[in-house]
């Protein structure tokens, strides 16, 4: 199975890698990378089971590192910068850990690190299979009505709500319910040590009204798992798409300073 991808931008640049989120696609990037593409070579890819990417035989989180780092072994890149949101944040993660790639920074947005409790990944392991089951057998915009309820969606207007569905209604459902369960929070390990012991930045970005990860995010600098905390004003859990110029800004001075500091 090959990753599906596409880039931007120059090839002299710094590379940057992206990973979207849980139903996205590269598209998801735009706002952003159109802020960005000037001072990166850019790397966008589709995660197993959404965009033109398969799932097929991709059975987890160390099976999407490996084809991962096979595909952009295929770049020859000197060093690239990761950054991964939401379900890409968390195989980014995953991916960082076991590379032996040259990464320049690592760069989270509203990612969790993991699940350390074996009643909370149960609780959560439940709660992803009646989504899985729900996305199997129901239509996919008839699911979306109560996905986009969730709180870590609260701040979305009804509007923002109803243009997400149509954006994500095309989507088939069986490849969601099996991505959704293949790279569930339920199986995850807790990267957190893994964090404490990079030999690289790394920087996790929240929005000032996505509580629950502006609190994951805090926990992991008390934890001395970042090099840097990032709130953003005025956004919720989707910070590239809702402030994307504010977001870009912070992201080229990191990775300036980073390259710099590793040459």
């Not at 593409?37 to 197993?48: A, E, G, M, T, V």
């Not at 965009?51 to 987890?60: I, M, P, R, T, Y």
């Not at 947005?109 to 992803?128: C, F, K, N, T």
């Amino acid at each position: 199975m090959t990753l599906s991808y596409r880039c931007q931008g120059d090839r002299s640049k710094p590379a940057l890698v992206l990973l979207h989120g849980f139903m996205g696609s590269t598209e998801d990037w735009q706002r952003l990378t159109d802020y960005l593409q000037s001072h990166f070579y850019i790397i966008l890819i589709d995660l197993p089971g959404h965009g033109n990417s398969a799932l097929n035989d991709v059975s987890g989180f160390a099976d999407f590192s490996y084809r991962l780092e096979q595909l952009l072994g295929g770049f020859d890149l000197e060093s690239f910068s990761l950054m991964g949101y939401s379900l890409g944040g968390r195989l980014a993660m995953a991916f960082a850990q076991q590379t032996s790639q040259c990464v320049d920074v690592l760069l989270l947005e509203g990612a969790h690190p993991g699940l350390v409790v074996d009643a909370e990944r149960e609780q959560r392991r439940i709660s992803d299979q009646q989504w899985a089951d729900r996305f199997n057998r129901e239509p996919v915009a008839d699911v979306l009505m109560d996905w986009y309820q969730q709180p870590v969606f609260s701040d979305l207007s009804q509007q923002q709500r109803q243009a997400l569905i149509c954006m994500r209604a095309g989507q088939q459902g069986n490849r969601l319910a099996q991505a959704m369960m293949s790279f569930s929070l339920s199986v995850q390990a807790d990267y957190r040590e893994a964090l404490r012991k990079m030999d690289f930045p790394v920087h996790y970005f929240a929005g000032e009204r996505d509580s629950k990860f502006l609190s994951i995010g805090r926990s992991l600098l008390d934890d001395h798992c970042l090099s840097g905390l990032h709130l953003i004003p005025f956004s919720g859990h989707n910070i590239h798409k809702e402030q994307p110029e504010a977001l870009s800004n912070i992201i080229l001075s990191i990775v300036r300073r980073a390259v710099h500091d590793k040459h």
